[in-house]
Nanobody, 111 residues
């Protein structure tokens, strides 16, 4: 399984970013997929997950600001992030439970 995340960058508070994750080596359409993040000195935490049928779950801190989606034809996972806050600064990881992780993409939000 290979997961390639992209789309991170540096933005000011209130800005937006769209993360993408390309997946290979798995039957993408049948897998639940997820985004996690890890900030310096903190544990990795769930940002959002989406089932094979499109049911999404979000971390409490998201508060309607992020949207997870998937394209089963292109085998891509997405995370649309709006109203970004400095507290969202972290490395964001694409994840296929239970143990497949992408390399991470850095998101930095400045105040």
């Amino acid at each position: 399984v290979q997961l390639q995340a992209s789309g991170g960058g540096s933005v000011q508070a209130g800005g937006s970013l769209r993360l993408s994750c390309g997946a290979s080596g798995l039957n993408f359409r049948i897998n639940t997929m997820a985004w996690y993040r890890q900030a310096p000195g903190k544990e990795r935490e769930l940002v959002a997950s989406i089932t094979s049928t499109g049911t999404a779950t979000y971390g409490d801190f998201v508060k309607g600001r992020f949207t997870i989606s998937r394209d089963n034809v292109r085998r891509n996972l997405y995370l649309e992030m709006n109203s970004l806050e400095p507290e969202d600064t972290a490395v964001y990881y694409c994840h296929r439970p239970p143990a497949s992780w992408g390399q991470g993409t850095q998101v930095t939000v400045s105040s």
